[in-house]
């Protein structure tokens, strides 16, 4: 009871010190508002991190969010705002000057920008690409031109190139002169004619001789990924080589931008939002929980659960047919819940196991025989364990050999079928392009339990004499 109570006590403390803590805060500055005490609010403020701040700023009322956002530093500011939430971010634009909306857009990457005109409505839009310069609306084009689920979306165009005849004492002369307006510096990339042809590390930069060229040291191995490339790939390649940043190509293998660590980030979070509400049959929902209508959040649910709803008639239907059968052996009915139960969870094992395989690439569909293989000799051993206890417990309390059998039986079959079913129908998903993760739970138990029926009353009847008339 120790071991399990303190630690979530010691979780519960540090979740409230954290919580008390933003709330002082935002006590503290609410009254140096009040009180006019501006000079003491940017000392304040100016060590915060931007998502902290960010968060911060959201607790407040409209009026006191734009008051405290004109006092932070110009880089500050700019950092915060692309951690705000899309309607915290639509007030102040509503409430800046075309020459503070200018300035915030000049600090922000083109990446940042894209991911707040994608959440804004279009007068908005129109306000912020009219009050950026012609270069980077142009970017800014290019990226929303690009399908959302790409790698060209989730890209920013700003990156350090070098040449290969550069020395490495004109390489960071370079670096130091554009590399301020840039989004990563870690990693420079050599192009030739707008080709990708290598990259290196500032770590090459500053530990090479300074007159060495780049051609000398640069790692022409490089890796890279297409426009077009589905994101989701993208993020399983950067786990693969660690990378802090990708190089983005065009068909041509002309360099079109970068990728970086963070964005991937973004994506992944995103993707497993989107998995986790397909694998509990609901479509994904692209704004937050209290912020989404209740008419949507039912419209995204609703579809999912009338075809599993009409589905499980199925099972009602086999129910009934076998109605005979609970009037000779009514204690047949008392197990239906144990075997739907049992079938719909080694089911929803398996499937889960799959889909993470399938996620991460592991798992491939030319691997299907050899997937459905390794499910079968699990589900062997699971069923056999868990008919073998069930069996003898039902023979202990029944003293009926006959029952025990059945149930017996009916595990083994149902868990067999279970594993097969949970393994298979994913990697079916995915070979005609359907989401793998759609083939989870719900639809994965509501297939069980008509099999598991089947095979319930089939052996029933093969076993009891008085049920084969």
Known sequence: YFIFLCPYHVLMRTFHFIFRGVQLMTEKILELLNEKNYVKIKSIVKDLYPAD????????????????????????????FTFMDSDTQMHLISGFSDKELREILDEIFVDDTVDIIEEMPANVVSRILKNTDAETRKQINAILDYPTDSAGSVMTTEYVYLHKNMTTKEALDWIRKVGV??????????????????FVTILDLVTADEDATIESIMDSNVKFVYTHE???DVAKKFSKYDFLAMPVVDNEE?????????????????ENEEDFSKMAAMQPIEDSY??????????????????????????????????????????????????????????????TTVIRGL???????????????????????????????NGLRIFIFYKNLQLSIVITLSIIGTVIIAEFIGCALPLI??????????????LIST???????????????????????
């Open 230 to 232: 589905d994101r989701e």
């Open 429 to 442: 998903a995915k070979k005609v392009k359907l989401d793998p993760a759609i083939m989870a739970t719900p």
């Open 359 to 389: 996620a991460t690439g592991e798992i491939q569909f030319k691997d299907f025989f050899k997937a459905v293989f390794k499910e079968f000799r699990i589900s062997l051993i699971i069923s056999v364990i868990l008919a073998v206890t």
């Open 53 to 80: 701040l960010a968060s911060l700023l959201e607790t407040l009322s409209p009026r006191n969010i734009t008051l405290l956002f004109r006092l932070l530093p110009k880089e500050l500011a700019a950092e915060t």
């Open 447 to 469: 297939i069980v339990d008509t099999c598991s029926m089947l095979i319930y009353f089939q052996f029933a009847t093969m076993i009891f004499s008085e049920l084969r008339h």
């Open 290 to 351: 209290f912020k989404t209508s209740v008419f949507t959040h039912a419209k995204k649910r609703i579809g999912w659960l009338l075809v599993l709803m009409l589905s499980a008639t199925i099972t009602g239907n086999l129910l009934t047919k076998y109605e005979e059968a609970f009037q000779a052996i009514p204690i047949l009915v008392s197990f239906i819940p144990m075997l739907m139960s049992t079938g719909g969870n080694c089911g929803s094992q398996s499937s």
């Open 181 to 198: 307006v840039k989004e990563t510096i870690y990693t420079c990339y050599i192009t030739e004619s707008r080709k990708l042809i290598g």
């Open 254 to 270: 002309r360099m079109v931008g970068i990728i970086t660590f963070d964005d991937v980030l973004d994506v992944i979070a995103e």
